[in-house]
């Protein structure tokens, strides 16, 4: 695997596909059950846990799992922007992608997203492997130079960049190869990339061979992409009720209207001491202050307090609503309650429901 790649292509990563990659791999991971200690081995625990089986099953101990899906988008020019992603079946195994499936997807996302096309596909795991180039190839019939999105989901704190690495394939380095002996059909490939100045080539025993290079990438966000992970961001683990985060985030609100009180009223007193003449009097500071109250809007008219006065007996009635409706709950439970105790009694005693 190469360093870096001299393609010349720019890549833009939107967030809806880190996040489409990681929902995949925590339902699978949660589905097989996996302890969490597994998470964070890589592959090359995985291949040498491979290499222990092969050699009798001393180490039944199951690698993480590895989820594989395909990643859409648009290439403009060079700038290519990878939007969305979708799960695939395939079976590393037996090295078997599910076509049916991925043409069925592939028509469904045709049907929204009339412009997105297969760019590549993902995966996840700490590095790309040689086993990645088989399913590599099962896509070049749709795209002749897929891209490979890889995810680590592998936690490091120490780690300050996202776990996720875009791989393109190419064909080695120039500087590497020697024309003498070559074929006449490989020195014209050659010649013909070096001329489109697509200086990687790799040659084995002859015949080019594709391998991974690492690119550099971009996220780009939209404003629904912004307000989607902010409330990704928000969520509380497993287990936090909605009237916890609701809590954290009208505490959060409470703080900092708390904090813009406070220094209004520092502002406030200031003033009150330098119209006293406790405290000499600054025009550059009362030009600011002056400045800062044309900015607020005017408040003190018939309409403002009118509608005013109309949001806050709406909110007053939102919440009596509230109130109410949870009232009757409460009742209604009781109720049912009352009926199934006093239904067992009457079947005891012979007497009719009362209710």
Request: proline fraction near 5%.
């Amino acid at each position: 695997m190469a360093s870096s790649s001299s393609s010349g292509l720019t890549f833009k990563l939107h967030p809806l596909v880190i996040v489409n990659i990681s929902d995949h791999y925590t339902r699978v991971k949660s589905q097989l059950n996996l302890p969490p200690s597994l998470t964070s081995t890589s592959s090359a625990a995985t291949s040498n846990n491979n290499n222990n089986n092969s050699n009798g099953g001393e180490n039944n101990q199951q690698p993480p799992p590895r989820v594989y899906g395909c990643v859409i988008g648009v290439q403009r020019g060079r700038t290519v922007e990878i939007f969305n992603s979708f799960e695939l079946i395939y079976d590393p195994s037996t090295r078997s992608l599910d076509r049916s499936f991925l043409e069925k997807k592939q028509e469904l996302y045709k049907k929204v997203f009339p412009h997105f096309y297969v760019l590549g596909w993902y995966s996840t795991g700490s590095d790309a492997q040689e086993s990645d180039m088989h399913f590599h190839k099962a896509l070049m019939d749709i795209n002749e130079s897929p891209l490979y999105v890889l995810l680590n989901p592998a936690i490091n704190p120490a780690q300050k960049d996202l776990p996720v690495t875009i791989y393109e394939s190419v064909y080695g380095n120039f500087d590497e190869l020697y024309f003498s002996g070559y074929s006449l059909a490989i020195t014209i490939t050659i010649l013909l990339l070096h001329h489109l100045n697509i200086k990687e080539l790799h040659v084995i025993d002859g015949v080019p061979q594709l391998i991974f290079v690492r690119s550099s990438y971009t996220i780009e966000t939209v404003e629904a992409e912004r307000i989607s992970v902010d409330h990704v961001a928000h969520l509380k683990p497993s287990g936090g009720s909605a009237a916890t985060q609701l809590a954290a985030q009208l505490t959060g609100i409470h703080s900092a209207i708390k904090m813009l009180n406070s220094r209004i009223r520092v502002l406030h007193q200031y003033l009150v001491g330098m119209q006293k003449g406790d405290i000499p009097c600054e025009s550059s500071l009362l030009r600011q202050v002056s400045s800062l109250l044309r900015r607020l809007p005017a408040i003190e008219s018939e309409k403002f307090q009118d509608d005013f006065l109309m949001e806050y007996n709406d909110t007053l009635l939102i919440t009596y609503l509230a109130m109410f409706t949870n009232c009757s709950s409460t009742m209604n439970e009781l109720v049912d309650k009352f009926n199934t105790a006093y239904d067992r009694h009457s079947r005891r005693g012979g007497r009719t429901a009362f209710i």
